[in-house]
């Protein structure tokens, strides 16, 4: 599909912004409101030009009804597809299968539903061809003035860690070297800060500023960050890398590790 074809397909679906399901159109030019009255207001088309420059994240815009309003090239590429305009239209189920796509879908109806936003949530996703990658997940409701929820507007993140220890405080690295020697040991935030010499508050900071994370994030990415290496390369049972890994039991473990892969271990080890 040649550019102008692809602007104009994504065009249609961008009309369905703003209106209440099976509604009057609008146009592509539909903009998000500003709290500045200096500042132009940011249209779709902007949204979607910046994104494609940020191939660490995915940017995505979805109607009432949760199918795809926009993409930036990031999210196109990471699902197999040629171009952009093959999502729109589409639900996130559509163009992954599984549980992959099931649970996007899930969560899109909650915020479209409650109007409440999901914030940096850690989840697992695929990038092709089918490799593992931890990401920040974010979802925002569009809410129309008469208070009205039209679409969700979203990026996901990915987690990566490109420091190295020396540039770290090394009481910090030290800290991180010992939990995840001996991920089996139980660990609360309040533990690594003690580890650490910080107090909750600067090591809060200090995840932050180098991984992206808060301390329960970072805890959590590297237990089943290490799970999920187990799986693929070794023959333990999901029992036993489950307290490998500091869950308490095979239930608490599957249920964590779904929350993020939106898969069960058992499944994960398969595909």
């Known amino acids: 599909m040649d550019d102008r074809r692809q602007s104009d397909s994504t065009e249609r679906h961008i009309k369905l912004l703003g209106e209440k ?3 009057r159109m609008k146009p592509r030019t539909t903009q998000l409101s500003s709290r500045s009255t200096l500042a132009s207001p940011v249209s779709v088309a902007l949204l979607e030009q910046l994104f ?3 191939p660490d994240v995915t940017f995505f815009m979805k109607d009432a009804d949760g199918r795809y309003l926009a993409v930036n090239d990031s999210l196109a590429t990471r699902h197999g597809l040629k171009n ?7 639900l996130p189920s559509d163009i992954c299968p599984g549980d992959l796509g099931r649970i996007p879908v899930e969560q ?13 949530h850690l989840e697992l ?11 920040l997940t974010t979802k925002l409701p569009i809410v129309q003035a008469d208070g009205i929820v039209t679409g969700v507007i979203g990026i996901s993140r990915d987690v990566r860690v490109p420091i190295e220890p020396d540039e ?3 009481d910090f690295a030290a800290a991180i070297q010992e939990m995840e020697d001996d991920l089996s ?12 010499g910080l107090t909750p508050q600067r090591l809060a900071r200090l995840t932050k500023r180098l991984f992206g994370l808060t301390p329960s994030h970072f805890i959590t990415k590297s237990r089943l960050s290490a799970a999920a290496q187990m799986l693929r390369e070794t023959s333990q049972s999901v029992s036993e890398i489950a307290l490998a890994c500091g869950f308490y039991d095979h239930s608490a473990f599957t249920r964590a590790f779904r929350a993020a892969a939106g898969v069960t271990p058992t499944e994960f080890r398969g595909r």
Do not use: F, M
Request: proline residues 8%; aromatic residues 6%; positive net charge.
């Open 21 to 23: 399901r099976h509604s």
């Open 84 to 90: 952009k305009s093959q999502a729109i239209g589409k």
């Open 52 to 54: 494609d420059q940020v």
């Open 125 to 135: 996703h695929w990038y092709q061809p089918h490799r593992a990658g931890w990401c």
């Open 185 to 196: 040991e139980s660990i609360t935030p309040a533990d690594l800060a003690r580890r650490s």
């Open 168 to 170: 770290i405080p090394a």
């Open 108 to 120: 899109d109806a909650t915020v479209i539903r409650t109007g409440r936003p999901l914030l940096n």
